[in-house]
Structures are given as C-alpha cells and as structure tokens.
C-alpha cells in the first residue's frame, strides 16, 4: 500500500540549531515528493517539490530536502532553525500523473528562542 | 491572486444535525480536492473533482458524506447526519491540470469541524 511515513512526532530545538526531519514513502512507480509546512493559525503552505532533476530540492526559508530513491526517503533539512520555524510540518507523496497526494501524521517542531 | 477559500472557518454542531461546508478554488483550477484531518492523524484524501465530475472518491468514509461541484467552480462538503468521528479539520486543494507532470496542489485554510 501507498504511505507515507514521517520519523517524528514532535522536535524540540534551540534556535541555530540544525534540523533534519525523516520522511519514508512507499509508493510504486515514478514519485512526486513535497514538504508542506503549516504556521500556527495559517494555510498549509509548500514548502518545497521534488519531480525530477537534480534530487537536491531547495525551499524556501532556508530549507532543502534531499531525494534518496535507493532509501526511498526525503529528508528535510535547514542548517540552523529561528524561532519563526515553530510550525507542523508534512511530508507528502503524489505518483507521477496521479492526483492523490498520500501525506505523512506531520511533525511539530518546536523552536525555543 | 487570492487562494483557495474555505467557509466556514469552524462549525460546531450536535450529533445528528447537518453542515455543509464549501471550497472555493483558485480560479482556473480544474482540479479540486478535499481532505481531513482528524485530531493527530494524518491528512487524508476523501475525493477528487474534474471539473464538475468525481474523478475519484475512494477515500470518502461513507454515505454520509456528499460531495459536490456544479458547474464545476465552487465545492460543497455536506456532513448528514453528523457523528463524533467526523470531527477534525476538512481541507480543500486545487490545481491546474499539468499532464504527465506532477502537480501542485494549493491548500485552503480549512475548516475545522467539531460534533458534540
């Protein structure tokens, strides 16, 4: 079965310190991969995509995922965290052509100032 | 461009009652979704709109839910009768039509649905 699969429940880190949440995906076929992330009272936000190319993925804020078929995970990194970082964050799967974007149970991070 | 708009922003309602809750997509989107999350679980797919047809509603739990989408713009999520699992938050997604390529899916703010 399709899943997606996040390592972390919650995070908690100091401010400048690095982060990296784990992401799983079991899917058949060609995968699309996102990181949504969603501010406290706001949207649900992109934060980044990865299609094709390159399977290192910039975002916005600081943030970059890295695509690894053979461990079939995309982890989302940012060498140091701010306080503004507080937020859930999702990582997510859509097959190529597909519609049906399969997301993971979400991490909050928690950023002490 | 204003974004995927959800009304209302939070209901709550008696078991048993009814509420219908709408999505207003970016303008142009065929595509339109909705999703829920129900308290710390995960965000799950409940059905797809082409247009105005349901290219896929596999993940909607049961008869009681009915989705909608006439004339293929706005959409409405109608809860009848309501249970207490049906309380969390009701997202709505839409995205352009891409092909083969992947897509992006723009998220509305959501509804947030409590049934007592």
């Known amino acids: 079965a399709q899943s997606v699969s996040q390592h972390n429940h919650h995070v908690i880190l100091s401010e400048a310190a690095s982060l990296e949440l784990g992401c799983n995906y079991s899917y058949g076929g060609t995968v699309n991969l996102f990181w949504y992330v969603q501010y406290p009272g706001q949207h649900l936000q992109l934060l980044l995509k990865y299609f094709s190319g390159d399977p290192l993925v910039k975002g916005i804020k600081g943030f970059e995922a890295e695509f690894i078929k053979s461990k079939f995970s995309f982890n989302l990194r940012k060498p140091s965290v701010q306080w503004s970082d507080t937020a859930e964050y999702f990582c997510a799967a859509l097959n190529t052509g597909g519609f049906k974007t399969i997301f993971g149970a979400g991490t909050r991070l928690f950023v002490k100032a | 461009e204003a974004g995927v708009t959800q009304f209302p922003s939070h209901s709550v309602i008696e078991k048993g009652q009814t509420v219908t809750l709408r999505c207003d997509p970016i303008s142009g989107h065929d595509n339109l979704y909705w999703y829920r999350r129900v308290m710390g679980k995960e965000i799950k797919f409940l059905l797809h709109?082409?247009?105005?047809?349901?290219?896929?509603e596999s993940g909607m739990p049961n008869n009681r839910f009915l989705a909608e989408r006439t004339g293929g713009t706005y959409s409405t999520l109608k809860v009848q009768p309501a249970e207490l699992e049906d309380s969390g938050v009701y997202f709505c997604a839409s995205s352009q039509v891409t092909g083969s390529k992947g897509e992006t899916q723009y998220f509305g703010p959501g509804t947030r649905l409590l049934v007592l």
């Open positions: 709109f082409v247009k105005e047809s349901k290219q896929d």
